[in-house]
């Protein structure tokens, strides 16, 4: 498996941004766990209780780079995970530009948290490749 660096670029109570980078090894990557939205890792701390983002997690913007012939999948995990974003090359999805975020559909089993995979673009079987994405998102909690 390609070898995953996150970082964290900022994670308070509203948001969350991280950088994900992925350097090619050999072995593709087939649903690696990049954000545990049930994890207290990213929560948001209200009336002195951490209630981690889950579902309400969305996305506002995808800023991604992927300089070989390979294609990454952003899925929401569920016990059917669902595919949300397939990125190659380089470039930006901003949902904010269309007034929205992008959220999770909830579908059976949903636990917020996103999917990694590496794709080969031509036959969408596993293959490896080096990848740099921001991932700017809102946990959506409610605080009241």
Known sequence: MAVITTQVI???????????????NGTAVAGAKI????????????YGQLTPPGT?????EIE???????LVELLWDASSPVPF???TGFGRLDYRRQGATLGNPK????TGSVLLSTLN?????????????LLKAIKGVPQS
Do not use: K, M
């Open 56 to 60: 309400h997690l969305a996305f506002r």
């Open 121 to 133: 673009p031509t036959t969408g079987a596993s293959a490896d490749c080096s990848f740099t994405l």
């Open 35 to 46: 954000i545990d939205a049930a994890a207290n890792t990213y929560a948001v701390s209200a």
């Open 64 to 70: 991604y780079s992927i300089p070989e012939a390979g």
């Open 107 to 110: 579908p059976a089993g949903a």
């Open 10 to 24: 900022l994670n308070n109570n509203w948001n969350l941004v991280l950088q994900v980078v992925g350097v090619a």
């Open 85 to 87: 974003a397939a990125l």
